[in-house]
């Protein structure tokens, strides 16, 4: 019982700190997406898609949504080998504050428009927010690199979205934006840390029920409801 209540407490408190954390972000994305930003952005992408997506003759694609990563035990981590696997070309956009969606929005759009079906992976952070694009068909992928979880491979092409933020915003807000990274940043770090504890608590628990289980038994019951499933 007290294996449990740790464990779950763990969890909780994990989950306190990526909402703040989550909070954060949005704070400086709103401050740093303008009207201005979005045209330019829009602009950019659509110069992206006159290259690299023609137009099928098909109906429009369709979109699935895939989780590519995840805040874990063991940290943020980004399973960028699928998107090597499903694409040769893979853009990389570095972006620090989140405006990345922007982009991956129009592009989503664009190659749906042009008949194409594509896979959306949303941010485990802001999951209404758009991470990663991968367009199989083409063999073309748009990945957010950032600094606490860079693509670490040779990209097809890189573009530093930060670069398209704002400059007179960014010089103003720079205190506000270092001082909200930095929290952001320890938010995470704490919540990785209740995670690995979660996971320890959790491993205690295990061990305790582990040798009063038939395992056995648990594998012939699964394979009979197996069984039975398939005759439906």
Not at 11 to 23: G, H, I, K, N, S
Not at 42 to 59: N, Q, Y
Not at 83 to 104: F, K, P, Q, T, W
Not at 122 to 134: A, N, T, V, Y
Request: charged share 25%; proline share 4%.
């Amino acid at each position: 019982m007290g294996c449990m209540k740790g464990y779950k407490g763990c969890y909780q408190r994990a989950y306190r700190c990526l909402t703040a954390a989550a909070q954060i972000g949005e704070d400086m994305r709103s401050a740093l997406i303008t009207p201005a930003v979005e045209a330019k952005l829009a602009k950019r992408t659509k110069g992206i898609l006159a290259r690299e997506v023609k137009k099928s003759g098909k109906e429009p694609g369709k979109a699935v949504q895939r989780f590519l990563g995840a805040i874990t035990w063991k940290g943020v981590l980004c399973n960028f080998d699928t998107v090597d696997a499903l694409c040769r070309r893979v853009y990389e956009l570095s972006d620090s504050y989140g405006l990345g969606h922007v982009m991956l929005t129009h592009l989503a759009a664009g190659a749906m428009a042009a008949g194409y079906d594509v896979i959306l992976c949303p941010s485990p952070m802001w999951p209404d927010w758009i991470e990663h694009l991968l367009t199989p068909a083409l063999s073309l992928a748009f990945v957010t690199s950032t600094p606490a979880l860079p693509y670490g491979k040779r990209p097809y092409r890189r573009l530093r979205l930060d670069a398209m933020a704002d400059q007179e915003v960014m010089r103003r807000l720079r205190a506000r934006l270092r001082f909200s990274k930095k929290v952001s940043a320890a938010l995470v770090e704490e919540a990785v840390e209740s995670l690995a504890q979660a996971k320890a608590m959790h491993d205690d628990l295990e061990a305790l029920y582990h040798p009063y289980v038939n395992f056995e038994l648990v594998d012939e019951t699964a394979l009979a409801i197996a069984a039975e499933l398939s005759l439906l």
